[in-house]
């Protein structure tokens, strides 16, 4: 594997992080209730929906996406211990989830006319049947996310020791997991009351 491909995959990666910080942030601030969800993503959105910024992140997300697939398939056959296939297997679902995801959001934005913050988010779940795909749709995916950033860890902490890499692997697993089930709860509204208006709805009711 070419490994200019590598760094310009992690370079990519460190531009992105600032942005999933944020929106990771914007749904452990959601936590606390939906119009806390809806204020902190008012607050903070101006800073990427613009002109200069988005473009920027679509076509780094894009790259993400290609480049990460392209090590996966090339690295295939030289995978053979857990830790590798952990992050092959990671960044491939998130790659499909980047794909899915960014796609509904600029379809929404451009052709259904809807704002996508929390609402939109939140919509699948409260239709009957669109739930069980939506849960572990996004569940999966902040646990990919967490996990793919543990593998990056462990090889950074490799030469520490295997225990310490080891834990900080595992350490990102759990967060993963705790904390996507938490967004998923909230999502749902299995945490408090959502209200969700029904040009949201009808997106997922229509026939």
Known sequence: MKPSLRRWHLLSALLLGLFLAIH???HIVGLGG???HLAYMAAVSPLYRNIFIEPLLLALFCWQGVSGLTMIVRGWKDRTALVPWMQALSGAYL????????????TGRAILKLDTDFRFAAAGFQVP????????????????LFVHLGCAAFWNLVPQGPRIATAALAGFAVVGVLLG???VSSLAGW???VDIPARYLATYLSP
Not at 97 to 104: N, P, Q
Not at 129 to 144: K, L, M, R
Request: glycine share 2%; net charge neutral; no cysteine.
């Open 95 to 106: 790659a499909v989830f980047l794909f899915i995801h960014v796609s509904a959001v600029l």
């Open 24 to 26: 990771i942030g914007n």
């Open 34 to 36: 939906q119009a806390n």
């Open 181 to 183: 089930a938490l967004i």
């Open 129 to 144: 049947h669109w739930s069980w795909f939506f849960a572990p749709y996004y569940f999966a995916a902040v646990v990919a």
């Open 191 to 193: 945490i408090y009351p």
